[in-house]
């Protein structure tokens, strides 16, 4: 037998054997089922329903054929509740829905993401600033965020078109000169129609919080040391944004527009009896459905005058793996498939309709009417991290009770709810 012939018979030996192994499932070669069967996953989810999620489901066992991926909704007034309690027992999820804000308080029951599956470099260039400060403060990324939303500001075109305003305010000096402009009062001085929603607590203002935390990132505020042992927000800067935020709920300054016994900010501005409110993008959606004639905008959230730079707020959910899983390699690649692939993120934005995180879509939903606003804030969102969110919202919310009934002077207000947020992260470290 000459060389050549060889050659072709021993070629064709190889094929026979490699052919054998491909079939057989030994080597992978072309073989259509990646493992999927092997793959069983458990999402539990708040607010989104199952449509927000058959998309990327689909598209993820079409690739992994076999593969059991259940999502479950779950009541979002227990939903922190039933989580910490399934992970205390048996019949914990694998990939849960979870806050911006809860990695300080979370933490300890979720796994970060395996570097090989998603290196920081990679996830730096997907992702605006905010989400590593929220998902990924010591490099190990523990979050992937589905959307990214932020506060803006919603004004009512035909107040400002009967008053005679033109643009919505740009900044905090415009916002104030607008209050004598939009509000109404009566002969006693008491506002019938409001300015603005700002001032009052969360008894009356959906987001008040929110509104004062964007306030003391923009005014400065250092809100907690830089190693999260304590916090730091009764300083100067602090004490200026809870000033500026509370002079609109007292009657005798000039920024007077609101109280706590107005009725609720969204059932204001609904109504149509609110010249502006802010909130987030999910609010558009609500006043559509409470009022489909009012006649309404949205605008960037307002900046103090001369600013170096913009800074929103954010609020948001990301998918986390917990440390209960089985199948904690496979609940983050089935993570990474939905958030960072721009077709599958898509799909799950489209039904939820909610803004983008991934920033190729930022770009992408510049120009869209409907998301332009809440795409460039999103790229200037800042956060800080809180211990414990439901806490801070509610030592907020009272700080600003305390000064608007004059229980207190806003400084002592102010170190109260800071002394309220130290004895928790002193709790932490024990």
Partial sequence: ????QKIILASVGLIIVLAILIFTGILPGLRTDTGGGNIKLTIWGVFDDQDAFN???SGYTGLHRGADIRYRQMDSA???EDLVNALASEGAPDIIMFHNTWLPKHSNKIVAANQQQLPLNKFRELFPTVIEQDFAPDGRIFALPLYLDTLALYYNQDIFDTKGVALPPANWEEFQA??????QLDKTGRVTK??????GSNKSINRATDILNLLMLQTGAKMVEPDFSRATYSSDQGLNALSFYTDFANPAHKNFTWSDSQVYSVDAFAAGDLAMTINYSYLREALKEKNPFLNFKIAPVPQPKNAQQSISFPNYWGLAVTN???NPTAA????SFLTTNPAESNKYLIESKRPPALRSMIAANLADPNYEIFAKQSLTARSWPQINNVAVENSFSKMIESVINGRL????ALQQSEDEINALMERRTR
């Fill in 1 to 4: 037998m000459s060389t050549a």
């Fill in 55 to 57: 998309a990327a489901i």
């Fill in 78 to 80: 227990t939903y922190e």
């Fill in 178 to 183: 607008l209050i004598p402009k939009l509000r």
């Fill in 194 to 199: 409001p300015a603005a929603a700002i001032g």
């Fill in 324 to 326: 209960k899983s089985l």
């Fill in 332 to 335: 983050w690649d089935f993570i």
């Fill in 409 to 412: 002077p806003a400084q002592q």
